[in-house]
């Protein structure tokens, strides 16, 4: 009855979080280093490293959390802090090596927000029956790509630094910050009265993780789900290895496009503008696809849409290798946009399904993890075909197409047979 009424829903919280940590901490260096090249002299290897340092740190975000006790809450509201101020370091310090440090910092600050948003919201939205509204949280990531975008190429209009910008971005990264703290507010505050009562339904299966009572309960609830480790003693939830490989067989083919394509694409057209406004039709791909996946997720199994995503994927990046053409690139661009955060949500509301509430967190860790490997071994496999065997550009973007035709046959198989497989009779 007392408690304090939302300002702002938790879809868009959750959206507000995610573009804040995707589209400002991880992303937003793509529209800022032309700038950085033209007024600073950085050069495109030190580009490179600054991109590396900042794919390490997403790494290492996401192997910290499978060793960390801090509740999702914390992890995110830490970790958005930790955007804000490693973007504002960007446009104050002026040395190459601080830029490292601040990029790996904004990596691990990014991964532990992507962690701590989709573990706390999907479970929220799950336990209210809202699970379809999962595409306005994952939406937050194409919105910052946007944003950050046509911020950029603002900003470039007006002349403004590269220094600047990155003070512009981290104040707008402070207002997301506060949009988004609704998320880690005390629950008796943060969730309505309906809500509560739903919480308390939801009860026994959080405390299955606790007591073997409780996972008789909830495997009596849900029969046709097959148990995912019944037979784990105490202690860590267990992971399901399945998903965590497919998602690193994901990240090595994404990677490569998201490199590669933008070089390939200067090849073929001389416009500077073009490849301003190419990224923030990225970002709108993306955010408009996880609406589009949310609705096709109440008529096919999850697995099923990620594999569809990872096969449009896969064709969108096989194009420009077949045809030299503008219009190769622009479809390829559109299509992996517009599937590279469908895999993302659908990915981590399985790692839900699969482990359970109490798990959930662990597995996206671990999850996460493993992408941001694939991602790292992607550019480091084709760099090294290249100064070895002379590999052209175009090797890399049928390296990338094949991982995701190979990795998208399991991701089928997720769904059926296995101590660790995911229940396929009831949708949370």
């Not at 868009?12 to 804040?20: P, R």
Request: glycine fraction near 12%; charged fraction near 5%; include cysteine.
């Amino acid at each position: 009855m007392g408690s304090r009424p939302r300002t702002i829903p938790l879809p868009i919280a959750g959206l507000l979080a995610l573009a804040v940590a995707m589209g400002i901490g991880r992303f937003a260096f793509t529209p800022v280093l032309p700038m950085m090249q033209a007024d600073l002299g950085l050069s495109l290897s030190q580009g490179g490293w600054l991109a590396s340092a900042n794919y390490l740190g997403y790494l290492l975000g996401a192997l910290l959390v499978t060793h960390m006790s801090w509740p999702p809450a914390a992890l995110l509201r830490r970790g958005l802090w930790l955007v804000v101020l490693t973007t504002a370091a960007m446009g104050l310090d002026t040395h190459w090596a601080g830029w490292l440090v601040w990029r790996l910092l904004a990596g691990v600050a990014s991964a532990w927000v992507l962690i701590g948003t989709a573990s706390l919201c999907i479970a929220r939205l799950n336990a209210r029956g809202q699970e379809r509204h999962s595409g306005i949280v994952f939406a937050g990531v194409g919105c910052g790509i946007t944003f950050a975008g046509l911020a950029c190429m603002g900003l470039t209009l007006l002349g403004t630094t590269s220094s600047h910008a990155w003070l512009w971005l981290a104040a707008a990264a402070l207002l997301g910050l506060l949009g988004a703290s609704m998320l880690w507010a005390p629950q008796d505050q943060a969730d309505s009265p309906a809500e509560s009562g739903l919480k308390a339904n939801a009860a026994t299966p959080t405390q299955t993780a606790d007591s073997p009572a409780g996972s008789a309960q909830t495997a009596a609830a849900q029969p046709d789900a097959v148990p995912v480790a019944m037979d784990v003693p105490t202690g860590l939830p267990p992971l399901h290895w399945g998903l965590i490989l497919c998602y690193g067989v994901y990240g090595f083919g994404y990677i490569l496009p998201a490199t590669f394509l933008p070089a390939q694409a200067r090849l073929l057209v001389p416009d500077p503008w073009l490849f301003s406004l190419a990224w923030p039709v990225f970002g709108l791909a993306g955010a408009v696809s996880t609406l589009i996946a949310s609705r096709l997720a109440r008529r096919f199994s999850r697995p099923q849409v990620w594999a569809g995503a990872q096969i449009l994927m896969a064709i969108g990046v096989l194009l420009p290798a077949l045809w030299h053409a503008l219009a190769a690139i622009l479809l390829a661009a559109l299509c992996v946009g517009s599937t590279f955060m469908v895999i993302t949500m659908v990915g981590l509301q399985e790692a839900q399904a699969a482990v359970g509430q109490a798990g959930a967190k662990r597995q996206m860790a671990a999850m996460t993890a493993s992408f941001a490997l694939g991602q790292l071994i992607g550019p480091l496999f084709f760099s090294l075909s290249h100064a070895w065997f002379g590999a052209p550009l175009e090797f890399a973007l049928v390296l990338g197409a094949l991982g995701l035709l190979a990795g998208a046959l399991p991701i089928l198989r997720l769904q059926t047979g296995g101590a660790t497989s995911i229940p396929t009779g009831s949708r949370p």
